[in-house]
Structure formats: C-alpha cells, structure tokens
C-alpha cells in the first residue's frame, strides 16, 4: 500500500515515536520510507539511532518529501506549525493531524486550497501498540487516501472513522480514557496492599486482570454486564465488593468524567 511512498512527521515526542514504532514493527513502512522533523535535535537523533529514519532538518523538507504528511505537534504551536509548512504543499500531500482540539476547518484554513487532511484522535497506549484510534476525513480526502491513513493508525492499535462532531467524545472516552482506568488500576494495587499482598503481586495480578477484561469483552463479544454476571454468585464474594461500588455510585462517576473531558475539548477547541 506504502510501496516507494514517503511518510513525514512533523514532531517526533511520544506520540510521534509510538506511531514510527507501530508501523515499522508491523513491516507497514520501512525505515527509509519514513523521514522526520522535531525542532529538539536529541529527539531526530534518538529516533535515527533507534529506528534508523530519516531526519530532516527542517519541515520543508519533510513537507517537499512525502505523500502523508503526519502532524504530531502540541496544539499550541500548530498554527505555527502550518505556516512554515503551507508554501511546501504545492503537491498536495494527505495532511494527518493528531493534535487535540483542532478542527478539521481550522486545518483546512492554514492549507492550501483542495489540500487533503484527516482529523485523528489517538490514546497513549499507542505507545505499546494497543491503541485506539478515531479519525475524521476532511472533503477532499479520497478513500484510498482514508485506507492508508487507517493502516497508518492500525499498526499502533485499532482504528476507525467517525464523523467529526463526536471527536469531543471521542476525546473525553477513550483520548482520556486511559487516565480513568489507570487511576482505577492505582485504588485496586492499593487496595491489594492493604489486605496485606505485596506491592509487586498486587500491580501484576490488577493489571493482568486489567488485561484479560478488556480481552473477553473483545474476543467474546458479549456485554460487559453478562461477563460480569458470569462471575457474580449468589450470596458470593463478587456482589459484596460490587454492591460496595454501587453505594458509592462508580458508574455515576464515570459518566460524569467524561462528560466533563468531553465538554473540557469542546471548550478547548472554541479558544
Ligand atoms: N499523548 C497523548 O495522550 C495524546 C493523545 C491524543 C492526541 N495527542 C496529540 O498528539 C500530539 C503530540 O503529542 P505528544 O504527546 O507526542 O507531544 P510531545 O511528546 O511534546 O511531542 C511533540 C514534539 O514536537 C516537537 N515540536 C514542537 N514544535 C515543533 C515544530 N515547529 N516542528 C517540529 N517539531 C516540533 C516538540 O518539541 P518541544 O518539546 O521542544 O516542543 C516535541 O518533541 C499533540 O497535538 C496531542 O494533542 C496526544
């Protein structure tokens, strides 16, 4: 699909490293066939020692060289990000954005006319290839165009299109989403310590557990709530400690962190 094709990156921090990870890792693109610019010189020489791409020295460059553009800057520098990049968009290359917040209309104002650009919502555990991507295709975006970019966020986890109102939601569920959980995963370690297991023996078996959920729900395909059913007895162990989370209204609390991340993004995206 990427064959001879060159893809850029504009910022290479932690987003931009898992993605160049994912996608060699995955043998989606060769070494060669990706090339970099991040304005930290350490940051272009880590990412040449350890994944042997390209730098390059400035974003024209990167923007001259390839046919996807990937976009990977904190929001707050984008505009300038787009200016230095515009006059070098003569060909037309599909524009990728990942950073939060910023709509495809903003985008499309600081390119040029017909340039093609997508909208995507990534989540940390991209970092380990586990992540969940949500992209939003702007009007000139051809479907070979959107195959490729969902084959680009493929290899760092899964991926699919969504229409670009949901993108605050999308960014409160699942763009924040790995924050709930964590902090879920650091109150059951501690809980473990305190009915006396060791720390080490508690993080394994919480994060394993973790784990093994989330898989059952997408191997099985079942609903969480019959899967939780299957381990709730009467009169068991289970429904104690769920009916201590009901009285302390764990789900109450969860719709209202995201809706509250949710509003935060469309707050953020307005300014
Ligand atoms: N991390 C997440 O959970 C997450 C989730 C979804 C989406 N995102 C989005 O992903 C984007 C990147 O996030 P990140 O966590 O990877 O950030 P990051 O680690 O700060 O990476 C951004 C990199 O780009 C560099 N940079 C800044 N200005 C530049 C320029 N003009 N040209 C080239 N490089 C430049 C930065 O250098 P300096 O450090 O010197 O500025 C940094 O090395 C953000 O827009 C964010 O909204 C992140």
Same mark, same amino acid.
């Given at each position: 699909?990427?064959?001879?094709?060159?893809?850029?990156?504009?910022?290479?921090?932690?987003?931009?490293? #898992?993605?160049?990870?994912?996608?060699?890792?995955?043998?989606?693109?060769?070494?060669?066939?990706?090339?970099?610019?991040?304005?930290?010189?350490?940051?272009?020489?880590?990412?040449?020692?350890?994944?042997?791409?390209?730098?390059?020295?400035?974003? &024209?460059?990167?923007?001259?060289?390839?046919?996807?553009?990937?976009? #990977?800057?904190?929001?707050?520098?984008?505009?300038?990000?787009?200016?230095?990049?515009?006059?070098?968009?003569?060909?037309?290359?599909?524009? $990728?954005? $990942?950073?939060?917040?910023?709509?495809? @209309?903003?985008? %499309?104002?600081?390119?040029?006319?017909?340039?093609?650009? $997508?909208?995507?919502?990534?989540?940390?555990?991209?970092?380990?290839?586990?992540?969940?991507?949500?992209?939003?295709?702007?009007?000139?975006?051809?479907? /070979?165009?959107? /195959?490729?970019?969902? #084959?680009?966020?493929? &290899?760092?986890? %899964? &991926?699919?299109?969504?229409?670009? +109102?949901? !993108? /605050?939601?999308?960014?409160?569920?699942?763009?924040?989403?790995?924050?709930?959980?964590?902090?879920? !995963? @650091?109150?059951?370690? /501690?809980?473990?310590?305190?009915?006396?297991?060791?720390?080490?023996?508690?993080?394994?078996?919480?994060?394993?557990? &973790?784990?093994?959920?989330?898989?059952?729900?997408?191997?099985?395909? +079942?609903?969480?709530? @019959?899967?939780?059913?299957? $381990?709730?007895?009467?009169?068991?162990?289970?429904?104690?400690?769920? %009916?201590?989370? @009901?009285?302390?209204?764990?789900?109450?609390?969860?719709?209202?962190?995201?809706?509250?991340?949710?509003?935060?993004?469309?707050?953020?995206? +307005?300014?």
């Amino acid at each position: 699909m990427f064959e001879g094709k060159t893809i850029g990156f504009i910022g290479g921090g932690n987003m931009g490293e #898992a993605l160049i990870r994912g996608l060699i890792s995955a043998s989606v693109l060769l070494p060669e066939q990706i090339c970099v610019h991040d304005v930290l010189a350490s940051r272009m020489d880590h990412l040449h020692k350890v994944y042997s791409v390209r730098p390059a020295s400035n974003s &024209a460059q990167v923007a001259a060289e390839s046919g996807i553009l990937i976009l #990977a800057v904190k929001p707050q520098v984008m505009s300038r990000v787009l200016d230095e990049l515009r006059p070098h968009l003569d060909h037309r290359p599909l524009v $990728i954005s $990942i950073a939060a917040g910023i709509s495809l @209309e903003a985008l %499309s104002a600081s390119l040029p006319p017909d340039c093609p650009a $997508i909208r995507v919502m990534p989540n940390t555990p991209a970092l380990v290839l586990e992540g969940a991507s949500a992209l939003s295709r702007g009007s000139h975006v051809t479907t /070979d165009q959107m /195959d490729q970019a969902m #084959a680009l966020f493929r &290899a760092v986890g %899964s &991926a699919m299109e969504v229409e670009e +109102k949901w !993108m /605050d939601a999308v960014t409160g569920l699942s763009g924040s989403g790995p924050a709930y959980f964590l902090l879920l !995963m @650091e109150g059951m370690i /501690d809980a473990g310590v305190l009915m006396g297991l060791p720390r080490p023996v508690a993080r394994d078996l919480v994060a394993q557990t &973790a784990l093994g959920s989330a898989r059952m729900v997408l191997e099985t395909g +079942k609903h969480p709530a @019959e899967l939780k059913d299957m $381990i709730t007895s009467p009169g068991g162990t289970t429904i104690r400690g769920l %009916s201590v989370m @009901e009285a302390a209204g764990v789900r109450g609390s969860l719709m209202r962190a995201v809706e509250a991340a949710t509003l935060r993004s469309q707050e953020l995206g +307005k300014r």
